[in-house]
């Protein structure tokens, strides 16, 4: 799994990171999205698919091909 995010497009609402606090994080200064691990460990990955679902703005991106 590849995770992209669009930080243009972020709301700032943190749901990715009350989702799955391993994979992303939030600028201090204004919530935007930040991405840790792009590639994550297999463990956290339900919670990533979850997380891009419940995403407002559709702003996380997921490639599970190869």
């Not at 609402?13 to 994080?25: I, K, L, Q, S, Y």
Request: hydrophobic share 40%; aromatic share 2%; net charge negative.
């Amino acid at each position: 799994m590849k995770v992209t995010v669009d930080q243009d497009l972020c709301c700032g609402a943190g749901n990715c990171v009350m989702t799955a606090p391993e994979v992303f994080d939030q600028r201090e200064e204004d919530g935007v999205v930040v991405l840790l691990a792009p590639e994550p460990a297999p463990e956290p990955r339900t919670r990533v698919r979850e997380a891009a679902q419940m995403c407002p703005a559709g702003a996380i991106a997921l490639d599970e091909t190869g």
